[in-house]
C-alpha cells in the first residue's frame, strides 16, 4: 500500500493506493456508523464497482444512495450537476452528508462541484476508476464542469476529504482510456522531475502491460508532485499553472471538436507537442529534447499532431478564454529542458500560429 499527504493545513488528506480498496477498511474508515453518504457513479462504471462501495458502506452501518448519470464529457454539465442536487435533496441529505465520486474525471469534477454548492459545502472523497483521474483530476481540490465556449469554466477549489485508489479499476479500463491518462503521466516529467521522465523512457512497456509495481510507483509519484505543486499553491496563482502543460492547446480542441470527441488525454497530448515545439521557436527545448518528449508520447499511442479538422487560427480564440489569461495577455506553460518548465506570457501570437502549423504539418501521414 502506498500513501501519499496533500498538506493544506485543516484541509490536508491521504491518499491511499493499492489493490482492492474498495471493499477495505480504507473506506469505511472515513464513516461513523449511521452516517449517510451518496455515491455519484455512471452508467459504465455502476455495473462494475458500484454495488461492491455499497455493500461494504452498508454492512458498515452506512445509509447509502445512489445516483447514476449518463457517461461521457459532453455530460459534463450544469444540468447533470443539477441532477446530483436533486437525488440529495429528494432523499433530504443535509449538510452532515457525504458524497462519493466513483468515476474518472468527469464524475470526480462534478461530484467535488456538487459538494463544494450543496447547502455550501459537503464533504466528498474521491474514488477515481481511470488512469488520468488517479494522477491528476482526483487531487488538489479543482472542481466544475464545461460551458460550451470553454472547458472548465465554471466551477470551485473544494478539495477532498480523502482519495482512495484501487489499481484493480485499470484492469477494466480501455486500452484508449489508459492511453489518455499517460499524456498526464508525461506531463509530470517533463514539468517537474527528470529522473521520473527518464524512468518513463524506461518502463513504458511495463505500464502498458498494466505490470502492478510500476503502476503503483507510477500513480504514486504523480500524486507525490501533484501534492508538493498544490500545497505550495493550491489555488493556481503561481506555481500550479505549470500542470497545465499543453492544456490551453487541448482545450482549444476539446472544445472546438465537441467535447468526448478527442479524449482529454489525447488533447492533451497533441497540446505538450505544440508547446514543446513552441519552447523549440523561442531556443529553450533542444531538438533532441523536443524529440524525446514526441517518442515517449508516440509510446504511449498517443497522437503528437491536432485534428486535421482544424487550422492554426481555429485555436486562438479558444485560448484567449483559457483561465490563465490575465490582462488579456494568454500565458502558456513552457518545457525549458526536460524536468523544467516557466509559465510565459506576451508570446508573439504569430510564433504560436508557427509552432501549431509546425505540429499539423510536419508529422501528418
Known amino acids: 500500500m502506498e500513501k501519499v499527504n496533500v498538506t493544506l493545513d485543516e484541509r490536508s488528506y491521504l491518499i491511499t493506493i493499492a489493490k482492492g480498496l474498495f ?13 449517510r453518504a451518496m455515491i455519484v457513479t455512471n452508467e459504465t462504471i455502476a455495473p462494475l464497482y458500484l454495488q461492491q462501495v455499497s455493500n461494504a458502506l452498508k454492512q458498515y452501518d ?6 447514476i448519470l449518463a457517461d461521457g464529457e459532453k455530460y459534463k454539465s450544469l444540468d447533470t450537476v443539477n441532477t446530483i442536487y436533486s437525488v440529495l435533496l429528494k432523499n433530504h441529505h443535509g449538510r452532515d452528508t457525504t458524497l462519493i465520486a466513483l468515476g474518472g474525471g468527469v464524475i470526480g469534477d462534478m461530484t467535488g462541484f456538487a459538494a463544494a454548492t450543496y447547502q455550501r459545502g459537503v464533504r466528498f472523497i474521491q ?22 465556449l470553454g472547458k472548465n469554466m465554471i466551477g470551485a477549489f473544494y478539495q477532498p476529504a480523502s482519495v482512495i485508489i484501487d489499481i484493480n479499476c485499470l484492469k477494466t479500463l480501455p486500452k484508449k482510456e ?5 499524456a498526464e503521466v508525461i506531463k509530470y516529467g517533463i514539468i517537474l522531475d527528470e529522473v521520473f521522465f527518464c524512468w518513463l523512457e524506461q518502463n513504458i512497456g511495463k ?5 502492478t509495481d510500476a503502476l503503483a510507483y507510477c500513480i504514486r509519484r504523480c500524486c507525490e508532485l501533484k501534492a508538493l505543486i498544490v500545497a505550495k499553491d493550491e489555488h493556481e496563482h503561481d506555481a500550479r499553472a505549470l500542470l497545465n502543460l499543453g492544456h490551453t492547446f487541448g482545450h482549444a480542441i476539446e472544445t472546438k471538436m465537441g467535447y468526448g470527441n478527442w479524449l482529454h488525454g489525447e488533447a492533451v497530448a497533441a497540446g505538450i507537442v505544440m508547446a514543446a515545439e513552441l519552447s523549440r521557436l523561442l531556443g529553450k527545448l533542444t531538438t533532441n529534447e523536443f524529440e524525446r518528449i514526441k517518442r515517449l508520447l508516440q509510446c504511449a499511442n498517443l497522437p503528437i499532431i491536432g485534428p486535421k479538422e482544424m487550422n492554426p487560427n481555429d485555436y486562438l480564440p479558444y485560448m484567449l478564454r483559457d483561465k490563465k489569461v490575465l490582462n488579456g495577455q494568454l500565458r502558456l506553460i513552457i518545457p525549458t529542458t526536460i524536468g523544467k518548465s516557466v509559465v510565459k506570457s506576451t508570446i508573439n501570437h504569430d510564433i504560436i500560429l508557427t509552432a501549431i502549423e509546425n505540429c499539423m504539418s510536419k508529422w501528418r501521414i
Open 178 to 182: 489508459f492511453c489518455s491518462g499517460l
Open 207 to 211: 505500464l502498458m502491460a498494466l505490470e
Open 127 to 148: 474514488l477515481p476508476t481511470t488512469l488520468l483521474s488517479q494522477v491528476d483530476s482526483s487531487v488538489g481540490g479543482k472542481t466544475g464542469v464545461n460551458h460550451h
Open 23 to 35: 471493499d477495505s477498511a480504507v473506506l469505511t474508515s472515513l464513516f461513523k456508523p449511521k452516517q
Open 62 to 67: 452506512i445509509d447509502v444512495d445512489q445516483v
